[in-house]
């Protein structure tokens, strides 16, 4: 037997990422050619075998958050985080 079919439908469009925290931005640093690629420095990387990454370092999940909400940020992943934050500029942007 199959499995039912779920729909989705994409009504926004959410960036986070090295080269723009918006839409706009990440756009415009493609066209540009900007790579987001640089020394890892968030974290000490010294015990891993690279030493470059594509690093999101001004991020604060707090802004995506109401207030009353912000305690569970602790609990997150920063995956999640910014998984969140992602889809909440998607429904902006929708």
């Known amino acids: 037997m199959a499995a039912p079919s779920r729909r989705s439908v994409i009504t926004g469009v959410g960036v986070l ?13 493609l066209q ?11 974290f000490d990387a010294s015990a891993l075998p690279v030493r470059f ?9 707090k802004e995506f958050v109401e207030k009353k909400d912000r305690r569970g940020l602790k609990m997150m992943a920063r995956t999640i985080q910014l998984a969140v934050a992602a889809a909440q500029r998607a429904m902006e942007d929708g």
Do not use: K, L, M, N
């Open 53 to 61: 990454a594509g690093e999101i370092p001004d991020f604060d999940a």
């Open 17 to 29: 990422s090295p080269i723009g925290q918006d839409v706009g931005a990440f756009w415009r640093s």
């Open 32 to 42: 540009d050619g900007r790579s987001g690629v640089h020394s890892i420095t968030t």
